[in-house]
């Protein structure tokens, strides 16, 4: 099975500045015959079941803000929140669809500082 | 806008069985891959089952291999989880989801339900 481990497992980042939350994988997800990384990023609030953000590692979703950007390939990753917003508290989970079982990390709790 | 509604969940004696239901609409069902993923209180998510748009080619996470089944009725635009020989430890938050592309496997997933909780205790 593919281990999926985020960091850090919390975060506190002040209204209007960067977060940056990083996602390893314990072999790579990238498929050479298509150049594409399987790798997903959900946001899940409180209450709420998860919303995809990023897909293709580095795909935003249609309606997802253009501060959230994806960026790595191979076996690291990064989701980056270039401002944050106070509607952005949440927990992030990146996640590998490259082969069954396909795996989650195991989150990153973003607050406000 | 797509809708996943869950259904079917509740408490089960450990070795118990228990069919949960995700009643689809608002996209044409039978063309997407579809899965289940649960959460426990408290934790983060876990992969459960995935079941192709046709065909029987379905996978299951280790833990609950040989003792769930996922199911769709296209003909009723529903996705089933039949589960059984049910442990303390699948107490969780059941979510039904859909993958992102028609036709495909290997995909994100664009949809979530609300999810079903499921409580297994004595």
């Known amino acids: 099975d593919i281990v999926m481990t985020q960091s850090p497992d919390s975060l506190a980042v002040s209204l209007g500045e960067r977060a940056t939350i990083n996602c390893k994988s314990s072999?790579?997800?990238?498929?050479?015959?298509?150049?594409?990384?399987?790798l997903g990023w959900y946001q899940q609030k409180p209450g709420q079941p998860p919303k995809l953000l990023i897909y293709?590692?580095?795909t935003r979703e249609s309606g997802v803000p253009d501060r959230f950007s994806g960026s790595g390939s191979g076996a690291d990753f990064t989701l980056t929140i270039s401002s944050l917003q106070a509607e952005d508290v949440a927990v992030y989970y990146c996640q590998q669809y490259y082969s069954t079982p396909y795996t989650f990390g195991q989150g990153t709790k973003l607050e406000i500082k | 806008q797509v809708h996943l509604v869950e259904s079917g969940g509740g408490v089960v004696q450990p070795g118990g069985s228990l069919r949960l239901s995700c009643a689809a609409s608002d996209f044409t069902f039978s063309d997407y891959g579809m899965h289940w993923v649960r959460q426990a209180p408290g934790k983060g998510l876990e992969w459960v089952a995935f079941?192709?748009?046709?065909?029987?080619?379905?996978n299951y996470a280790g833990s609950v291999k040989g003792r769930f089944t996922i199911s769709r009725d296209n003909s009723k635009n529903t996705l089933h989880l039949e589960m059984s020989s049910l442990r303390a430890e699948d107490t969780a938050l059941y979510y039904c989801?859909?993958?992102?592309?028609?036709?495909?496997?290997?995909?994100?997933?664009?949809?979530w339900g609300q999810g079903t909780l499921v409580t297994v205790s004595s």
């Open positions: 079941v192709p748009h046709v065909g029987s080619n379905t």
């Open positions: 989801a859909k993958n992102k592309d028609p036709y495909k496997r290997d995909l994100a997933f664009d949809y």
């Open positions: 293709w590692a580095s």
């Open positions: 072999q790579s997800v990238f498929y050479s015959s298509n150049s594409k990384n399987y």
